[in-house]
């Protein structure tokens, strides 16, 4: 109830490994090692959540209009949104590498991991289309998003006599970057979206209040300061 008669099925594929490298023969005489594993994995995942019955083009009514001189009116119908039928869902492939490290009788541990996930046939509208068509575009699966980053857990944990202790510490990081949005033309490349970090804050900088002795400073065209602005 989501998608078009073929467009309902798709594949979607993962695949892992990992290698036990601290259980070779060449690290059986490295005592202070406990573990040491290399991992990596790949997958493709979904989104299916454009609404229900969202492909199929519906009809709504509207205003009522009056012929002649009587009180009788006719109702009138007109197209909702255009629809997409040959929409699908939005998908992303996902690729994580990582490593895992015991030491010291399992006393201390490092897992770090490095991931980039790639979205694309994210729905979104044109952006640069004529607007004589009287009407909304529709959603089209043509976004392309991308984000990376690091993950990093650490910590330490023993006895002394009969207490015993665990001390962690976690650290991660994600950057963005719009791979494609359509969008219009910007008269300044650092309106656009495309090539800028995802739900990127755009704004002005604050860079004080105006008061008596700085009524003059620099300020937006045709706006006239009054202490107390920002």
């Known amino acids: 109830n989501r998608f078009a008669p073929g467009n309902r099925y798709d594949l979607y594929h993962a695949a892992g490994a990992s290698w036990n490298i601290h259980r070779e023969e060449f690290f059986k005489n490295m005592t202070f090692l406990n573990e040491l594993k290399l991992?990596?994995?790949?997958?493709?995942?979904?989104?299916?959540?454009?609404?229900?019955?969202?492909?199929?083009?519906?009809?709504?009514?509207?205003?009522?209009?009056?012929?002649?001189?009587g009180a009788t009116s006719t109702p009138s119908v007109f197209?909702?949104?255009?629809?997409?039928?040959?929409?699908?869902?939005?998908?992303?492939?996902?690729?994580?590498?990582?490593?895992?490290?015991?030491?010291?009788?399992?006393?201390?541990?490092?897992?770090?991991?490095?991931?980039i996930n790639r979205q694309y046939d994210l729905l979104q509208v044109r952006g640069d289309s004529t607007s004589i068509l009287g009407q909304n575009f529709p959603l089209e699966n043509i976004g392309k998003n991308k984000y990376y980053g690091i993950e990093?857990?650490?910590?330490?944990?023993?006895?002394?006599?009969k207490l015993g202790y665990s001390i962690s510490a976690n650290f991660s990081t994600v950057a963005s970057r719009v791979n494609f949005n359509d969008e219009s033309s910007m008269k300044y490349a650092y309106l656009a979206k495309t090539g800028n970090p995802v739900?990127?804050?755009?704004?002005?900088?604050?860079?004080?209040?105006?008061?008596?002795?700085?009524?003059?400073?620099?300020?937006?065209?045709?706006?006239?300061?009054?202490?107390?602005?920002?």
């Open 199 to 230: 739900n990127q804050i755009r704004g002005y900088v604050a860079d004080g209040f105006f008061n008596s002795g700085n009524l003059t400073a620099p300020t937006i065209s045709g706006f006239m300061p009054a202490p107390g602005d920002v």
């Open 79 to 115: 197209q909702s949104d255009l629809v997409n039928p040959n929409r699908v869902a939005e998908k992303a492939s996902k690729l994580n590498i990582g490593v895992d490290l015991a030491y010291s009788n399992n006393r201390g541990w490092l897992s770090v991991d490095y991931y």
């Open 152 to 161: 990093l857990n650490t910590g330490w944990a023993n006895r002394v006599g």
């Open 39 to 69: 991992r990596v994995s790949y997958g493709k995942v979904g989104s299916a959540n454009p609404g229900y019955y969202s492909y199929i083009q519906t009809y709504q009514g509207g205003t009522a209009y009056f012929f002649g001189t």
